[in-house]
């Protein structure tokens, strides 16, 4: 469904879709209905777009582990840009505030204006001026920082179950 969002609270009540719990137990093998095929070919496609270095570690680490398949990491919007042109994610994970003069809007902008891309954003930004500057994107949702590994799982999850939909 292309105009679903999902927002994610970590402390705080959101205006969107809630779920019962932001940690819920992670199954140790990925399967469809997780959000994660079994086949190694199958696995969802990610690109994490991300300017601090432990926090990207962690989400990729966390993200292979769940069965998701990162196919690149990012720091600023023109990496971004070049990877997802490179390498055609299913879904980008996109911090706000990144190395270079561009953001991660912008670059969400341009990843939705050129290949229909849509984007998780996973940020400090949460702020109404900035969702509303990010609209046209159509972000598929908005995990606020600080999130969990396990919540950050979960919400690619959600995402791309939003996707298919």
């Known amino acids: 469904m292309r105009g679903r969002l999902i ?11 809630t779920f019962p719990s932001i940690t819920p137990e992670i199954p140790s093998e990925p399967d469809e ?13 990610l690109l994490i777009v991300e300017d601090d270095f432990l926090v990207t570690w962690q989400m990729e680490e966390a993200l292979t582990e769940a069965g998701f398949a990162v196919i690149g990491t990012a720091s600023s919007a023109e990496e971004a840009v070049q990877l997802a042109n490179d390498t055609q994610p299913q879904l980008v994970l996109m911090d706000i505030r990144l190395n270079g003069d ?5 670059a969400a902008l341009e990843l939705f204006r050129q290949h229909g891309l849509r984007c998780l954003f996973t940020t400090a930004h949460t702020d109404k ?8 994107a159509q972000p598929i949702g908005w995990l606020p920082k600080p999130y969990t590994m396990p919540a950050l799982v979960y919400a690619v999850r959600e995402a791309l179950k939003a996707l298919r939909d």
């Open 33 to 45: 209905k997780s959000g994660a095929a079994v086949g190694a070919n199958e696995r969802p496609r």
């Open 102 to 106: 561009r953001d991660g809007v912008d």
């Open 129 to 136: 001026a900035m969702r509303a500057r990010a609209a046209p």
């Open 7 to 17: 927002a994610l609270s970590v402390g705080r009540v959101q205006p969107s879709i």
